[in-house]
């Protein structure tokens, strides 16, 4: 009985620690910049650069920046996409 719990043991444990290192490489690579959008002039909206770290999985929080503002996601020339807090 012992030769057969240990190997089964250990064969989980590696699955398991496959499982989660994907995880955290997947999380890793959801992190952008967040953008504010700034619509002040209706004429020529913008999204500005913060700088500030933001991902795209989503959670219960919004990436935000000191003022409150929703941050959001660059495509192109606009911002369309909401970030949340990594």
């Given amino acids: 009985m012992k030769r057969i719990i240990l ?16 995880s955290f490489k997947t999380q890793e690579s959801a992190i952008v910049d967040g953008y504010l959008f700034d619509n ?22 919004a990436c935000q920046d000191g003022s409150g503002n929703v941050l959001r996601e660059i495509d192109g020339t606009s911002c369309p996409v909401s970030l949340y807090r990594p």
């Fill in 40 to 61: 002040s002039d209706p004429q020529n909206p913008k999204c500005e650069n913060t700088f500030i770290s933001c991902s795209t999985v989503p959670t219960a929080f």
């Fill in 7 to 22: 190997p089964v043991f250990v064969g989980l444990m590696a699955t398991g620690t496959a499982f989660v290192t994907q």
